[in-house]
């Protein structure tokens, strides 16, 4: 996991801060600070007409139509709870709230649209150095800035509208990482945010609300000293709310135990049944939910770990 939220990130990047809560648990509780929405970040409209009914009932986690209701606007409050740390070093894990326990919005984009319709991406390697120094690689880390790839692309989001986000990932995977994207664009698995991670602090205020999906960040692995896989961009999590992290009394992030019922298939979900496993597989990647001594439902690696 890369990220938890924090009400610190939540100031500096208001609701859209809130997808930092996800990336914590496969390599830290850390609050990354996430940019600015762009203004000029506008979007094309793609919904389709559904009912409510089969916006909420597929099985696979993917989504075709407009939510609405509860869960379909983030809280006032989301990001700024500030919960007390428990034992194990973690927030105090408590139950999801019910505007969390069905959370389907996406938040605004933080790089501007991609041209054109549909599934588009753009990949830049090396990623310049100005989208270098907005995340969290500094000197020492175990991947070189030269070896980082920018990937900006467009993904579905909660609202049933194309969007567009941005990854740094290690130039090796960056092309597979374009095809996983493509298909799960195509199939409709909707994601909150896709951004760059830009700051990581372990000892951040955690809130346990935050979420989006994102890949390199220099860090050790959860409960480790050793580097994690997300901090060789050759990681990534995925709506890190709807696939929580879980080992022992640890869940990350906190407020997700809803959650952890895998059965209850909600949007944004990654089930054995939906396409993102398989699209992973498809590049070679295997999925943390299958683990034995945790579950890591949002991560997915080049070696497993």
């Known amino acids: 996991m890369i990220w938890t939220s924090s009400?610190?990130?939540?100031?500096?990047?208001?609701?859209?801060?809130?997808?930092?809560?996800?990336?914590?648990?496969?390599?830290?509780?850390?609050?990354?600070?996430?940019?600015?929405?762009?203004p000029g970040a506008a979007r094309t409209?793609?919904?389709?007409?559904?009912?409510?009914?089969?916006c909420e009932s597929r099985a696979d986690g993917t989504l075709e139509c407009v939510s609405s209701g509860l869960g379909s606007r983030p809280p006032s409050w989301l990001g700024t709870r500030e919960l007390p740390r428990s034992s194990t070093g973690y927030g105090e894990v408590r139950p999801t709230p019910p505007a969390l326990r069905n959370r389907r919005w996406t938040l605004p984009d933080t790089v501007p649209m991609l041209p054109g319709e549909g599934f588009a991406a753009k990949v830049v390697s090396p990623a310049p150095p100005r989208v270098i120094d907005r995340s969290t690689w500094q000197q020492g880390c175990p991947v070189r800035a030269t070896d980082l790839a920018w990937l900006r692309l467009t993904f579905w989001g909660f609202d049933a509208k194309r969007h567009t986000g941005e990854l740094l990932v290690h130039r090796t995977v960056a092309d597979g990482m374009v095809r996983v994207f493509r298909t799960l664009y195509r199939t409709r698995f909707p994601q909150e945010q896709?951004?760059?991670v830009r700051s990581y602090d372990p000892d951040a205020p955690p809130t346990g609300d935050g979420n989006g999906t994102g890949s390199f960040v220099c860090r050790p692995a959860t409960g480790s000293t050793y580097y994690s896989q997300h901090a060789y961009g050759l990681a990534i999590d995925l709506n890190t709310f709807q696939n929580p992290y879980l080992k022992g009394e640890v869940v990350l992030p906190e407020l997700a135990s809803a959650y952890l019922r895998r059965d209850a298939v909600r949007p944004g979900m990654v089930t054995t049944r939906g396409p993102v496993i398989e699209a992973f597989a498809r590049i070679g990647w295997k999925w943390g939910g299958l683990w034995n001594s945790a579950k890591d439902y949002q991560h997915f690696s080049q070696n497993g770990l």
């Open 7 to 38: 009400a610190r990130a939540a100031a500096a990047f208001v609701l859209a801060t809130v997808m930092a809560t996800g990336l914590a648990a496969c390599g830290g509780s850390g609050a990354p600070t996430a940019p600015t929405a762009q």
């Open 45 to 54: 409209a793609e919904s389709r007409t559904h009912s409510a009914v089969d």
């Open 194 to 196: 896709v951004v760059i």
